[in-house]
């Protein structure tokens, strides 16, 4: 008879399959849309077993999204910037936002769908409530750095900048109707992406760049 310790990898690889074949399928359906028979086949599992560990279907689409939301904060926070200079440093954050929705093509669809859910239900505790201040720490500390060295204005507030940052990079994959539409360009297509890609971080950068005469 196998101990609970024993037991405990396969337990997590099973949790691993489970969140893989949920993230496809919130993805591709929506919240509303995914069937947890269809999961559970996927993941090679029983229903019973999904409700077992996540209650409903509406705790593990939190799962997936705490998921998502851990390996993107820990990426962002764990990216070595010290040693470049605040331009270089603060354009590779801007360069990693946008790369990381370009390189994972169902991170748009659940961050969407991530924000209807937001928008109408009490948020429970997550990693991204818990992770964001050490975000805004790097954020603020290379500002801090930038009017240093005189390459950024003095006083920028940090929160604000991330907040936007955030949104104009990642903004061409969860708004794909308005941003091709507004910008003249296909989302999907290799030109567009290069073209937000450069033009967003250029356009975050310029809001706090000093021009020097």
């Not at 069937?35 to 993941?43: C, D, H, L, P």
């Not at 939190?62 to 270089?88: F, H, K, N, T, Y």
């Not at 109707?177 to 971080?201: P, V």
């Amino acid at each position: 008879m196998k101990t609970a310790v024993q037991n405990e990898p396969g337990k997590r690889n099973t949790i691993r399959r489970l969140i893989e074949a949920a993230r496809q399928e919130f993805s591709e359906k929506g919240l509303s849309g995914v069937r947890m028979e269809e999961v559970a086949s996927a993941a090679g599992v029983t229903k019973q077993l999904i409700y077992h560990y996540y209650g409903s279907k509406e705790g593990l689409f939190v799962a997936v999204l705490d998921e998502c939301s851990e390996r993107i904060m820990s990426e962002l926070v764990g990216l070595e910037v010290d040693d470049l200079a605040p331009s270089e440093a603060m354009r590779t954050m801007l360069n990693h936002f946008f790369d990381q929705y370009r390189e994972d093509p169902l991170l748009g669809s659940l961050a969407h769908e991530g924000i209807h859910y937001h928008n109408s239900h009490q948020t429970p505790r997550n990693r991204f409530l818990e992770m964001a201040p050490a975000l805004i720490d790097k954020f603020d500390n290379i500002l801090r750095r930038g009017a240093k060295s005189g390459d950024f204005k003095p006083d920028v507030n940090s929160r604000l900048f991330l907040a936007t940052a955030a949104l104009v990079t990642t903004g061409w994959f969860t708004n794909r109707y308005s941003m091709s539409t507004l910008a003249g360009l296909d989302t999907t297509s290799e030109e567009g992406m290069n073209t937000w890609r450069s033009y967003s971080a250029d356009f975050i950068l310029a809001g706090i760049t000093l021009r020097h005469e």
